[in-house]
């Protein structure tokens, strides 16, 4: 049974105001053949607006946590609102949030650069 589940894609968005770190991490997602990256976001406002407005529900979220305006455990904590079964994944370039991340209910906490093999 465990194959059928391995056999299904994984779907993601990313959320990171650094552009290359996005387009790295989406590649690295894809390139396993077990994610496809539904949509990649540099600002934490347009992907709130994505999700209340479409209703997109991907299943793991990955968000920087130092983004300006809105920090990603502000942002973590408004999406555990909009989608409480949603997974989330800080990939960050530190590790001193990984305590409020957790408070946030996060089931991963990556610091960059993050290597493949970090994130299956």
Do not use: N
Not at 16 to 44: P, Y
Not at 92 to 119: H, M, N
């Amino acid at each position: 049974m465990w194959e059928e589940e391995l056999q299904r894609m994984l779907t993601a968005v990313l959320v990171d105001d650094e552009v290359h770190s996005s387009e790295l991490l989406r590649e690295m997602l894809e390139e396993t053949g077990l994610w496809s990256v539904q949509a990649v976001f540099d600002r934490c406002s347009t992907f709130l607006d994505w999700m209340t407005k479409e209703g997109h529900q991907a299943q793991v979220a990955f968000l920087d946590i130092g983004m300006p305006v809105m920090s990603g455990i502000e942002l973590a904590s408004r999406l555990r609102r909009i989608s409480p079964a949603m997974e989330i994944v800080f990939i960050t370039g530190s590790r001193d949030f990984a305590l409020a991340a957790y408070d946030v209910q996060a089931v991963g906490y990556l610091v960059k650069p993050a290597l493949a093999q970090d994130i299956l």
